[in-house]
């Protein structure tokens, strides 16, 4: 089936839920359920990779009292601030992460949906996973695109508007930037050569509107709109509608030139995700993003105190199989349904579509 035949429905998808949640006339909306939050003092949990750390970035730039106290990198390792590093307290935020016990900014998939398994008992598992995110959205915020649009995790077939195939395809960072001005808390862009670049191409922004163009077109325009033709992400979005072949490839290399000129390692790769998990890479990153950006430093103490924060391994972590040949069976359900509760109490947890594994339910504790 072709991606024509269910244009007309997942445009409609992506109006109803970016025009829903990011009005911030609506108390109810997430744009204005974030911005209510901005001026308390909050806690952030992060991603340590190039989304995350943006994201992070721009948060913190808005909201004075909020900083970030853990990041998980390579989803095996916690790096903690040390006032946090005896186990995670209460009332965090994650960013670029998705967890049912707090407030989360995520771009993942985290919902199961209809489909009926076969096996009873994990079937039941899925049901109570799915309820179980519903009954917290009520209660935190979940600025996740893929809830607000009801994506489908079990299905990642194109016959389905709904399913994972056609699912919020950009960054955390590009529907963040959405949702701050949205918020009327916009950040400020000091920098127009790589700072609008870089929060395009998070998560591989740049090259998902060309390769994907069928569902980014949709999602990326409507979100766009929504926010309106004078905002930062309007302006975003036809940086890269508009651009030639070269021109992010330009950007990347000019940035090198940069660094190599000032004798520093390299923190990003040529598709500009981080060039590895290291603390002291991201160090680098963290500073170069504060010099670009002008924005405030996010750490709690700052980045000066990074070296003193503690490593500390990923408490648990699981996987159920969903496709592939390593798909759940009557032999491995009672391991996946323990899986899935386990998930309950994670500090991240989606589904990831793909891969030489097969499609899986991914999620990971704290420490």
């Given at each position: 089936m072709s991606a024509q035949s269910t244009a007309t429905e997942r445009r409609r998808i992506a109006i109803s839920a970016l025009a829903r949640e990011l009005d911030g006339s609506n108390p109810a909306s997430s744009a204005a359920r974030l911005s209510e939050m901005l001026d308390t003092p909050r806690q952030m949990i992060v991603s340590a990779d190039i989304d995350g750390l943006v994201s992070a970035a721009m948060l913190a730039s808005v909201a004075p009292s909020w900083n970030v106290v853990g990041l998980v990198a390579s989803s095996s390792k916690w790096l903690l601030h040390p006032s946090v590093s005896n186990?995670?307290?209460?009332?965090?935020v994650a960013v670029d992460l998705f967890s049912l016990n707090h407030d989360s900014i995520s771009n993942h998939v985290v919902k199961y949906g209809a489909k009926r398994p076969m096996l009873l008992n994990l079937r039941a598992e899925w049901q109570a996973w799915d309820a179980a995110v519903a009954v917290a959205a009520q209660k935190r915020l979940f600025a996740v695109p893929s809830i607000w649009a009801g994506t489908q995790g079990c299905y990642d077939d194109a016959a389905k508007a709904d399913s994972s195939k056609w699912k919020y395809p950009l960054g955390t960072a590009q529907i963040l930037l959405a949702l701050l001005e949205a918020a009327d808390r916009p950040p400020k862009f000091f920098d127009r050569?790589?700072?609008?670049?870089?929060?395009a191409n998070c998560d591989g922004g740049v090259s998902t509107y060309t390769k994907y163009a069928a569902n980014a077109r949709v999602w990326w325009a409507v979100m766009a709109g929504a926010v309106g033709p004078a905002s930062l992400t309007e302006q975003v979005f036809r940086l890269v509608d508009g651009m030639r072949p070269h021109d992010f490839l330009d950007t990347v290399n000019a940035l090198d030139r940069e660094r190599q000129a000032s004798g520093l390692d390299p923190w990003l790769n040529d598709d500009w995700n981080l060039a590895n998990s290291q603390a002291t890479t991201i160090e680098r990153c963290l500073r170069w993003l504060a010099d670009l950006t002008g924005w405030r430093d996010p750490?709690?103490?700052?980045?000066?105190?990074f070296a003193g924060w503690v490593e500390k391994p990923v408490k648990a972590s699981g996987a159920v199989y969903i496709g592939g040949a390593n798909v759940t069976t009557k032999s491995t359900e009672a391991?996946?349904?323990?899986?899935l509760q386990g998930a309950r109490s994670?500090?991240?947890a989606n589904f990831y579509h793909g891969g030489f594994s097969g499609s899986r339910f991914n999620w990971i504790g704290g420490w």
């Open positions: 186990e995670p307290p209460a009332g965090l050569h790589y700072l609008p670049w870089l929060v750490l709690l103490g700052g980045i000066d105190s391991a996946a349904v323990a899986s994670a500090l991240n």
